[in-house]
């Protein structure tokens, strides 16, 4: 298994920007799709965004589609998630997670199973 560490987060007014780093160990890291998460207080935690082993394909929710977006460095062992446009509902703990590439999986959500600790993101109005 691949081990993530997520860093980043932070408070932040409404209408700013934050970038979420998740940092890979391993060798293998190019081998996964990777994935952003998060997770508010009292609420179920939901898909963010996703991006393939290759960085060739990219998904979002549509709750953060055209503010957020996701990126990947393979040689740095690190996925991103810039965040621009942030609203007080954006508000959660915010999760990198991985799974095998190249594989099929029933939706773009599906077949994360190893997971960061969260890093806090706070939206102030």
């Known amino acids: 298994q691949v081990q993530l560490v997520e860093s980043g987060g932070g408070l932040v007014q409404a209408g700013g920007s934050l970038r979420l780093s998740c940092a890979a160990s391993?060798?293998?890291?190019?081998?996964?799709?990777m994935g952003w998460f998060r997770q508010a207080p009292a609420k179920e935690r939901e898909f963010v965004a996703a991006?393939?082993?290759?960085?060739?394909?990219?998904y979002y929710a549509d709750s953060v589609k055209g503010r957020f977006t996701i990126s990947r460095d393979n040689a740095k062992n690190t996925v991103y998630l810039q965040m621009n446009s942030l609203k007080p509902e954006d508000t959660a703990v915010y999760y990198c997670?991985?799974?095998?590439?190249?594989?099929?999986?029933?939706?773009?959500?599906?077949?994360?199973?190893?997971w960061g600790q969260g890093t806090q993101v706070t939206v102030s109005s």
């Open positions: 997670a991985a799974r095998v590439g190249g594989v099929y999986y029933r939706d773009y959500a599906a077949g994360f199973g190893s």
């Open positions: 991006i393939s082993w290759s960085g060739g394909m990219t």
């Open positions: 391993g060798r293998t890291f190019r081998s996964y799709d």
